[in-house]
């Protein structure tokens, strides 16, 4: 049972301010999605200011979606002072296994910096286990498909545990299934809506939400576990009423702020 009033009444009553290094995609989804769960939002690319946000920053987001340089020279500015402030930083590898470019940033984000909390899809995952010489069988092989999955997210669970426990990171594997892990503790999300894959971004937000409850909840496996399910409650919501992507996008948003109102929920 998650206790998802508990931790959003302490998220809103905190209002953390969440810093994201973000998707040039994902920006005003997820800042809207951050200013309606009661965090605050940050979004920045500049290596000038990276150190200066992070001095700020009750939690980072570093996400990779539309990676370049600037924000290559950034990342490690900014992470370096979260993790000298024990502030948690949640890094989302969009589209790792895609292109060469993104495998070897995901490798130098993962190798020279300490990331608390790593969110992505199946394929994502699959593909940092192959990268870090993790010997899964069949993780060389995954193929990701642009910044959407080919893999399911059981078929990325053994992955998932030993990136945890290589790096002493929690995991969450976004899918039809949600999964988070810690390397020993497993979480399983079954109440995530199809609607959410036809939305730009979603995921993005995911990552997101689940560095705002990281900047309130000392758990890190209960705050990753909490942001998913707010999440996937908000989009189930918003499922029952939206008439297609559009409004489901809405709908999602409105359902986020209103979160409060579904205390707990079995997962």
Do not use: W
């Amino acid at each position: 049972m998650i206790e998802i009033g508990e931790y959003t009444a302490t998220l809103r009553r905190e209002k953390p301010l969440v810093a994201n290094i973000t998707n040039d995609v994902a920006m005003n989804q997820t800042a809207n999605a951050l200013l309606a769960i009661g965090a605050s939002p940050v979004m920045f690319r500049a290596a000038d200011e990276a150190q200066a946000v992070a001095m700020a920053a009750s939690s980072l987001v570093v996400n990779i979606g539309t990676l370049d340089n600037n924000q290559l020279d950034a990342i490690p500015l900014a992470v370096r002072v979260m993790n000298r402030r024990q502030r948690p930083v949640v890094f989302d590898p969009v589209g790792a296994g895609f292109t060469p470019y993104r495998d070897k940033a995901c490798l130098r984000i993962l190798t020279d910096n300490r990331i608390d909390i790593i969110k992505g899809n199946a394929s994502e995952i699959l593909a940092i286990a192959s990268r870090h010489c993790l010997d899964l069988p069949g993780s060389a092989e995954t193929v990701t498909k642009g910044v959407d999955t080919t893999a399911r997210t059981e078929a990325a669970l053994e992955a998932a545990q030993k990136i945890a426990e290589k790096l002493s990171c929690v995991v969450a594997i976004s899918g039809a299934t949600d999964i988070i892990t810690d390397g020993k503790k497993v979480e399983r999300i079954n109440i995530s809506t199809p609607m959410m894959e036809s939305v730009t971004a979603m995921g993005c937000t995911a990552s997101a939400i689940v560095a705002a409850y990281a900047a309130v909840v000392p758990d890190l496996f209960l705050a990753a576990t909490a942001g998913m399910t707010a999440m996937s409650i908000a989009g189930r919501k918003a499922a029952e009423t939206a008439q297609g992507p559009g409004s489901f996008a809405v709908a999602f948003i409105d359902n986020i702020f209103v979160l409060g109102e579904f205390s707990k929920f079995t997962v």
